[in-house]
C-alpha cells in the first residue's frame, strides 16, 4: 500500500490508509478540483465499507447542503475531517466515560469531569496528517497519559496499550514507552477550546510526535496489554511506530 498518495486524482485518498468516507474542509484550490475527482473514482476503487460510509456522507450531506459546496469551504483551521465510519454518537459531559483496564493494580472510569478535575497540560506543537496536510502551532490541552497510568498502576508485564473509540471501529496502539512521554494527552481542549465532536470531542488522543493518525478521535477505552496491537491504519499498511519524519517513507520536518 503507498503511504503517500502523491495526488488524490492518480490515488484517490479513498484507496489509502487515510481514506476518509467524510472528509471536510478541503481548501478552496487545485485540491478541490482532484478532491472531487477522487470522490467520482471512490465507487470504482473503493473497498465496500468505505464506500458505505461515503454514500451515506454524500447522502446526508446532500440533505443538508444542496449545492454541495460546503465540503469545499476552507474551514480556517487547515484541517481535514476523518472519520472511519459514517456516524459517531455524539457524547458530553452526562454520558461521556473513559475506562482504563487491563494489566493494571486499579482499573477506572473516568467522567469528563474527573478528567477535567486532574492536571492539565497544554501543549503547543504542529499537526500533520500522513497524507501530507500540516496545521502549525495548535494548542492541545489535557491530562497526560502518564498519569492515567501510573493512578492505574501497570503490572510488570505491561508492554503497550490499545486505545479504543466510541466510534465503535477506530483502534490505536502505543508502546509502553511512547505512552508514557510527556507530549502524549488524553486531549480534552483544541486551539483552545473544548473538542468539539468533530474533531473527536469531548476526548481525543495526542500524540504530539507522531503523524495524526495515532491521535485517536472519541477516545472511550485505554487498555494495558503485553505487546503492540496494531490499530486501525496500521492494519491497512500504516507504520506502528509513526514518527513524524522517521515513518510511512515521509520525510517532513518533525512535529516535536
Ligand atoms: N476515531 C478516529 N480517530 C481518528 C481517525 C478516524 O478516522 N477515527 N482518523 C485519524 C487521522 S488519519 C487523522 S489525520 C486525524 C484527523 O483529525 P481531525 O478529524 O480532527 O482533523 O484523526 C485521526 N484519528
Ligand atoms: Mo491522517
Not at 498518495?5 to 467524510?22: I, L, N, R, V
Not at 500522513?130 to 502549525?136: A, H, L, N
Not at 496500521?234 to 522517521?246: C, K, L
Request: proline residues 8%; charged residues 20%; contains cysteine.
Amino acid at each position: 500500500m503507498n503511504p503517500e498518495p502523491s495526488e488524490p486524482a492518480e490515488t484517490p485518498e479513498a484507496a489509502g490508509p487515510d481514506a476518509a468516507p467524510a472528509e471536510r474542509g478541503t481548501p478552496v484550490g487545485r485540491r478541490v478540483f482532484l478532491g472531487t475527482l477522487a470522490l467520482g473514482a471512490l465507487g470504482v476503487v473503493a473497498a465496500p465499507p468505505l464506500q458505505r460510509g461515503m454514500e451515506a456522507f454524500l447522502g446526508s450531506a446532500a440533505d443538508k447542503d444542496p449545492t454541495g459546496l460546503t465540503g469545499l469551504l476552507p474551514n480556517g483551521g487547515g484541517f481535514r475531517y476523518y472519520s472511519v465510519t459514517s456516524s459517531v454518537p455524539h457524547k458530553n459531559a452526562t454520558n461521556y466515560r473513559l475506562t482504563v483496564d487491563g494489566l493494571v493494580d486499579r482499573p477506572a472510569t473516568y467522567t469528563l469531569a474527573d478528567l477535567r478535575a486532574l492536571p492539565q497540560t497544554r501543549m503547543v506543537k504542529d499537526v500533520q496528517c500522513v497524507t501530507g496536510w500540516r496545521v502549525p502551532g495548535t494548542p492541545f490541552e489535557g491530562v497526560r497519559l502518564s498519569a492515567l497510568l501510573d493512578a492505574a498502576g501497570v503490572h510488570a508485564e505491561a508492554g503497550a496499550i490499545r486505545f479504543t473509540c466510541f466510534d465503535g471501529a477506530y483502534t490505536e496502539s502505543l508502546t509502553l514507552a511512547q505512552a508514557r512521554r510527556a507530549d502524549v494527552l488524553v486531549a480534552l481542549r483544541m486551539q483552545d477550546k473544548d473538542l468539539g465532536h468533530d474533531h473527536g470531542g469531548p476526548v481525543r488522543l495526542y500524540v504530539a510526535p507522531m503523524y495524526f493518525y495515532k491521535s485517536a478521535k472519541w477516545l472511550s477505552g485505554i487498555t494495558v496489554t503485553e505487546k503492540v496491537k496494531p490499530g486501525y491504519w496500521e492494519e491497512r499498511g500504516y507504520d506502528v511506530d509513526a514518527w513524524v519524519g522517521r515513518s510511512n517513507g515521509r520525510d517532513d520536518e518533525p512535529t516535536s
